[in-house]
C-alpha cells in the first residue's frame, strides 16, 4: 500500500512558476513510476507528467503532455520518496487540481489513468490572467 500525499499548489499569475510536491510512503518508493494529473472544472482528468521507476532518480525516464512540454519538469528524489513537479511561464489554463499516482514497476502506458493503482488528493493551482 502506498499513500500519496501533494503539496505546494495555490493561487499565481500568468508567468510564474510554482513546483508542486508528493510526498510518498512505503520503502520501494524508486520502483513505482509516479504521474501527473490535472483535472480542471467541468473536464476529465488528463496527464500531465510522468517518471518511469529507477533505482537511481537521475536516471528516470520522463514523460510529458504536449501542452506543458517545456514549462514543466517532473523529477523524483528516491532519498526522500518524493516526486516533484516544476511549473514554469504558467498559463491560465493550466488552473485546475493537480494529482500525483503511482504504479509498481510500470514500464509503459504513462498517459492512461487507469493503469495507476495509487492516487493522492490532489492539490489545487490557480493561475490568474
Known amino acids: 500500500q502506498v499513500q500519496l500525499v501533494e503539496s505546494g499548489g495555490g493561487l499565481v499569475q500568468a508567468g510564474d512558476s510554482l513546483r508542486l510536491s508528493c510526498a510518498a510512503s512505503?520503502?520501494?518508493?524508486?520502483?513505482?513510476?509516479m504521474g501527473w494529473f490535472r483535472q480542471a472544472p467541468g473536464k476529465e482528468r488528463e496527464f500531465v507528467a510522468a517518471?518511469?521507476?529507477?533505482?537511481?532518480?537521475?536516471?528516470?525516464?520522463?514523460y510529458y503532455a504536449d501542452s506543458v512540454k517545456g514549462r514543466f519538469t517532473i523529477s523524483r528524489d528516491n532519498a526522500k520518496n518524493t516526486v516533484y513537479l516544476q511549473m514554469n511561464s504558467l498559463k491560465p489554463e493550466d488552473t485546475a487540481i493537480y494529482y500525483c499516482?503511482?504504479?509498481?514497476?510500470?514500464?509503459?502506458?504513462?498517459?492512461?489513468?487507469?493503469?495507476?493503482?495509487?492516487w493522492g488528493q490532489g492539490t489545487q493551482v490557480t493561475v490568474s490572467s
Open positions: 499516482a503511482a504504479r509498481f514497476r510500470k514500464t509503459a502506458g504513462f498517459t492512461n489513468l487507469d493503469e495507476y493503482d495509487y
Open positions: 512505503g520503502r520501494t518508493f524508486s520502483e513505482y513510476s
Open positions: 517518471i518511469r521507476w529507477s533505482f537511481s532518480s537521475s536516471l528516470s525516464s520522463t
